[in-house]
């Protein structure tokens, strides 16, 4: 959430800014700001809404500079207004602060701020922070003690860009959200994500929590809270420029819907043997004996992550025999459960930094678990401070709803489980072989799955007058329509629910009309004969039905509904097959009313706050 861009250099620092915010959007878009300095002087331009406002602004002031911040937001304290957009200034508009993240402690600083007669110009939690280092400058230390003064008083997450008009250098400081540093030869950059760096540079430096870096266009220093030189990995830049264009789609989210045939190749490469159909988890290796031997399997993530983790719980424990469980990040750690010591936790994350499962990791690893992560963005965070794990590898994923991490996320997770359940003694070889041999041919499914596209656009353009939708499924297919439901809340703004198919009679029967349709998943691994005692249920009340279900299935046939088919394929490979329908049909219904579809409105890609 928020997105940081800096830069230091030989080039007009503002343009690069711009194009930095651009592409780093997706974390944030209700307002944005920049700030540029040059030898002499120092200006912001802020503005609210997308950065494409704050780029006909700043085009107006034409400020110039070789070095500067930028921030795009997304509002935690003070609504998206002009005076609460970052860069955030002290008084004598000198040091400007970009921030990511929550100051748990700003009342108190702001209080004490205020009794000594500094005066607020925003309902910001950030604006404390120039404040303070005017504070501690005015004291009579040097910029970096300042920061570093600064920062020890400071509680909550923070990633910040620093830039102080007198200092012919930017600082960078992390706790908790992220920041990278991009190293190019004669100018170096700061961003919250590696995306803006793409093509910019070959190298970049993840910060730690606790690192404050100096960053001067041909150099950079990182110290440590106490003013100790620490020295950090430098890595290369993995992703291509092509992953971050749209590349002749007209949304990020198309895209990554259309993409997912070549996002699932690239996330089992090299990870089934040719030779010996073994399944091959190099992060893995090292603690297998960990994860053979576990007592529970327990997946932890948000949102989408976390449907893949119920997926994945119903597959684990019905082949491995393991007791396994997912549950929600945001509510695990505030329940303050007992940890299995001998089990395995599952942290699941296509960003890997969201603020919820950061922290439910800690609590974890201090409490004495152990923790794997299974995540997308090398590098991240999560990826960062977990015991081992996978990568996902299926690409950067722009678009705000969640699409392609799922389907990858099942289909590692299923593998995972077929691996382990293979070891257990609980699937036999022919079995395993059998699940094997569908998962690879599961790229070709999803291309097929693909071609239901103008079927899903025209049910899509029907229900355009539909504010209301429940996605029911039974066993690994209720997750699924949980999946739909929220794919299709969160972009079309429509109501939506996710619910258990027998749980229709409990009361949600209750809203059934000609006005709320009802998306059925119904695939061979649930009791379709009990799905079908539900869908007469529905039909009996005059309820719209549509039906997602494999292609040999007729049971129906008698029912009134519009059929999606999806190729047959083992059952715990289905949850991969069935979400694409539901994925066009969120984005279709969302272009059909003629609203964004990357950016949906009060969301982030990237949630850093808890
Ligand atoms: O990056 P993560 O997978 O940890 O993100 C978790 C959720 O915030 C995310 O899946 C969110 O629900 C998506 N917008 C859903 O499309």
Redesign the pocket.
């Known amino acids: 959430m928020c997105g940081i861009i800096g830069y230091i250099g030989n080039k007009e620092a503002g343009d690069i800014l711009i194009e930095g915010l651009q592409k780093l959007e997706y974390r944030g878009y209700d307002s944005a700001g920049i700030c540029v300095a040059d030898e002499k002087s120092i200006s912001r331009t802020r503005s609210v809404g997308k950065v494409e406002s704050l780029k006909e602004k700043f085009a107006l002031n034409k400020h110039k500079g070789t070095r500067g911040i930028g921030h795009t937001r997304w509002a935690t304290h003070g609504a998206p207004l002009e005076k609460n957009a970052h860069p955030h200034s002290d008084l004598e508009e000198k040091i400007y602060v970009a921030h990511n993240g929550v100051l748990e402690n700003y009342k108190e600083l702001k209080d004490i701020l205020q009794k000594k007669g500094y005066t607020f110009t925003s309902d910001t939690d950030t604006e404390v922070i120039p404040h303070l280092i005017n504070m501690y400058k005015a004291e009579g230390v040097n910029i970096k003690e300042a920061i570093i003064k600064t920062v020890k008083c400071l509680t909550g997450a923070y990633g910040l860009a620093v830039i102080d008009k007198d200092e012919e250098c930017l600082y960078a400081v992390k706790n908790g959200s992220p920041l990278v540093l991009g190293i190019g030869d004669g100018e170096m950059y700061i961003s919250s994500d590696e995306i803006p760096l793409i093509g910019k540079v070959e190298n970049t430096v993840f910060l730690s929590d606790g690192d404050i870096a100096e960053i001067r266009a041909s150099e950079y220093q990182i110290f440590d809270i106490n003013n100790f030189i620490v020295e950090r990995e430098v890595n290369e830049i993995q992703n291509e420029a092509e992953n971050i264009s749209k590349e002749g789609f007209a949304y990020f989210m198309e895209k990554e819907i259309f993409n997912q045939p070549q996002s699932i190749k690239d996330s089992m490469r090299g990870r089934i043997s040719k030779d010996n159909n073994e399944i091959i988890f190099g992060g893995l290796m090292d603690h297998w004996g960990k994860v053979q031997n576990a007592t529970s399997i327990n997946f932890i ?6 449907h893949a983790g119920m997926v994945a719980a119903y597959n684990f424990e019905n082949i491995t025999r393991v007791s396994s469980r997912a549950e929600y990040a945001s509510e695990f750690l505030y329940r303050h459960p007992v940890i299995d010591k001998s089990g395995i936790y599952v942290a ?7 603020k919820d ?1 950061l922290s439910a990791i800690e609590y974890i690893k201090k409490e004495g678990g152990t923790v794997m992560g299974l995540v997308n963005v090398v590098g991240s965070s999560i990826s960062r401070i977990t015991d081992f794990g996978i990568h996902i590898h299926a690409g950067p994923e722009i678009g ?3 699409t392609k ?1 799922f389907t990858s996320q099942t289909l590692l997770l299923s593998m995972l489980a077929i691996k382990l359940a293979k070891d257990k003694g609980t699937l036999t070889k022919e079995e395993y072989i059998g699940i094997k041999n569908e998962i690879l041919d599961i790229p070709r499914k999803i291309q097929k799955v693909l071609s239901c596209n103008d079927d899903i656009k025209k049910l899509a353009e029907e229900h355009s007058d539909k504010n209301n939708t429940l996605f029911l499924g039974r066993g690994v297919d209720y997750p699924v329509a949980l999946e739909g439901a ?2 299709l809340k ?1 972009i079309s703004y429509v109501h939506a629910e996710g619910y258990p198919a027998a749980e229709l009679k409990h009361g949600v029967i209750a809203l059934i009309d000609k006005d709320m349709p009802s998306i059925v998943l119904a695939t061979k691994g649930t009791n379709i004969n009990k799905v079908l005692g539900n869908v007469e249920e529905i039909n009996a009340r005059g309820g719209e039905i549509v039906m997602i279900s494999d292609e040999d299935q007729d049971v129906f046939s008698h029912i009134p509904h519009t059929r999606i088919s999806i190729p047959n394929t083992h059952p715990i490979l289905t949850p991969i097959l069935s979400a694409i329908p539901l994925q066009l049909y969120a984005y279709h219904s969302v272009v059909v009313r003629g609203r964004n579809v990357d950016q949906p409105r009060n ?1 982030a ?3 850093t706050v808890e």
């Open positions: 993530a948000c949102g989408t992550s976390y699941i994350s296509q960003s890997g930094e969201t499962l705000v709803a969640s991490a929220l794919k969160e969301l890609k990237s949630v």
